[in-house]
């Protein structure tokens, strides 16, 4: 493990506690956030040197942030009693379409697990965590539209992705969490895997320490030349067992397997 | 005094004021029980209907059974209903011809209730005119245009024109008319723009950008960019890819050319004659121009 590396497993989320007048600073991959206590509010600061998740970004290490500096993202009145502001990682609010930088096929009767990373969002609360003062992206993502027409679809977020499919390969990043995708192609023909839509705001994050963070396991499985069956595991993933749970998702699912048109799962 | 009180009791005990109060009777029980109707109707309905049907549904409903119990009232006092209905009948068919083109926008007005291309809220175009839909009335459609200014539409020209409904889709495509020079590669100039899509965070990642190259024009080569937006980002998009543009060109050093005009002599011909003027506005031997000092 790199020394880079080693600093980002110090996990950034939790409770800090913050006397009057004090600052608290922490960075999330190239997001900076500062929380100030003033008398009568509470300032949130934070900048981000790269905002914009594009396939040939690099994670470079930020410049310094210095508050007095930076730009002011809310002033928040809370009750004077406050002394604790809790961050906790949040995964995207929308479903993400993300695309394979070089797209693969499954062939027919195959199976394949890919790696797919999404960004997280940092959230800021405080009274443990029912009051949030922010919700900041660490990484900031395109608009897309997922859908079989322009009349009817989603509007979802777009994200690329190496869609690695060894875990040693997988970098380790604080800023974005890893989803263990399988796909099975059940059907007679191949497969021709362009784009994924992730149902990101009905996952989980676990922190599995040393390997970052992660979400369940999701399966699509092709069963026909148009229908797809998703299906969202429960817990944590096989690959990192004795990840803890750290956040629930933004929504609940009423049911954990989704009959759908595989045009709106895979691309 | 006696003999009128006596009258003034006899008449009270009349069939006359019996009839009379009946029937004051009957309109009055007549308006409650209209508006107990209405009240159950709206609450029967009140998931289903649109505001304004909701409206028209109100004033069917309580005119209806209002105007049942006062024909009841009025036979009750002796009018003969069915003069009543044959002078109706006439007066209605003079009202018919009169009213032809309010009839015709009433029932404009109750097929776009079927077939609701909008709804109140919706945004719409109907010829030159874009606004927002305030109401949609029996006769007419009142939109707010985006200056603040109340138009009302006659339900008949919706039917029997185009009525453009912006808000539908939750998506719009913007196209992007753009002359760049003669000089310039369409490859380059083609990844420059698709690249400013996709960095621009507004602009959707799917449907992808289209581009289009349009022609040879007269000053410069006509190209088309279509990106695709959420129907809210629409007018921010569009203003910031223009700016995003400018900046990128000029960063890659593509022009945009102004319309010129190229002038031939014709090849038979003499070239144009040409004067050198210096800087203090001297001309030499042959030519015209004007001295300014001397």
């Not at chain 1, 009057?20 to 934070?46: C, H, K, M, N, Y």
């Not at chain 2, 209730?113 to 919706?122: C, H, I, Q, T």
């Not at chain 2, 719409?124 to 707010?144: F, N, P, Y």
Request: overall charge negative; some cysteine; charged content about 20%.
């Amino acid at each position: 493990m790199t020394e880079a590396e080693r600093k980002h497993t110090i996990p950034w989320w939790g409770e800090f506690a913050i006397s009057p007048d004090a600052t608290v600073v922490r960075q999330v991959g190239s997001l900076w956030i500062g929380v100030r206590r003033l008398t009568r509010e509470w300032q949130i600061f934070s900048r981000n040197d790269e905002t914009k998740d594009l396939p040939w970004t690099e994670t470079a290490e930020p410049l310094p942030f210095v508050v007095d500096e930076e730009k002011v993202l809310g002033r928040h009145i809370v009750g004077s009693g406050q002394s604790t502001v809790s961050l906790s990682p949040l995964l995207a609010d929308r479903p993400v379409v993300t695309r394979p930088v070089v797209p693969f096929v499954v062939q027919p009767g195959q199976e394949s697990t890919v790696f797919v990373s999404t960004p997280i969002w940092v959230r800021l609360a405080v009274e443990s965590p029912s009051v949030v003062l922010e919700e900041i992206p660490c990484q900031l993502m395109s608009d897309t539209w997922f859908g079989p027409t322009t009349m009817e679809g989603e509007i979802c977020y777009a994200s690329w992705t190496s869609c690695r499919l060894r875990l040693e390969e997988l970098p380790l990043r604080p800023h974005r969490a890893v989803t263990p995708v399988k796909i099975k192609n059940e059907a007679d023909t191949p497969l021709l895997l362009e784009k994924i839509n992730l149902p990101v705001p009905f996952l989980a994050i676990y922190s599995a320490g040393d390997s970052g963070l992660w979400t369940q396991g999701v399966t699509m499985i092709r069963r026909r030349e148009d229908a797809a069956v998703l299906e969202i595991s429960d817990g944590a993933p096989d690959m990192v067992p004795e990840a803890a749970f750290l956040a629930g998702p933004r929504k609940t699912p009423d049911r954990k397997t989704f009959i759908s048109k595989l045009s709106a799962l895979i691309g | 005094m006696n003999t009128w009180l006596l009258r003034l009791s006899e008449f009270a005990a009349g069939e006359q004021v019996l009839s009379g109060l009946k029937a004051v009777v009957l309109v009055l029980v007549g308006f409650v029980v209209a508006k107990i109707t209405v009240r159950s109707a709206e609450k029967m309905m009140a998931g289903h209907l649109a505001v304004h049907e909701k409206l028209l549904v109100r004033r069917a409903v309580f005119y209806g059974i209002f105007l049942l119990f006062i024909f009841s009232a009025l036979h009750q006092l002796g009018f003969d209903l069915g003069v009543l209905l044959g002078a109706a009948g006439i007066f209605s068919v003079a009202i018919g011809f009169a009213s032809q083109t309010s009839a015709s926008n009433l029932i404009s007005g109750l097929f776009l209730l079927g077939e609701r291309p909008f709804a109140v809220g919706d945004v719409i175009k109907v010829s030159e005119i874009t606004g927002e839909v305030l109401a949609v009335d029996l006769l007419s459609v009142k939109l707010r245009t985006f200056d603040n200014l109340y138009v009302r539409i006659p339900n008949e020209t919706m039917i029997k024109s185009e009525v453009t409904t912006l808000t539908k889709f939750p998506i719009r495509r913007i196209d992007l008319q753009l002359g760049i020079a003669y000089k310039e590669d369409i490859g380059r100039v083609r990844t420059v723009l698709l690249r400013l899509a996709e960095v621009n965070l507004l602009c959707l990642e799917e449907p992808k950008p289209l581009f289009i190259f349009k022609g040879f024009g007269d000053s410069s080569l006509d190209i088309q960019f279509s990106v695709w937006a959420r129907r809210e980002n629409f007018l921010d998009l569009r203003n910031s890819i223009y700016e995003e543009i400018k900046l990128a060109f000029d960063a890659n050093g593509i022009e945009i050319p102004f319309p010129h005009l190229s002038l031939y002599a014709g090849s038979v011909t003499d070239p144009f004659p040409v004067t050198m003027v210096d800087v203090q506005g001297r001309t030499n031997a042959r030519g015209i121009g004007t001295s300014t000092s001397d």
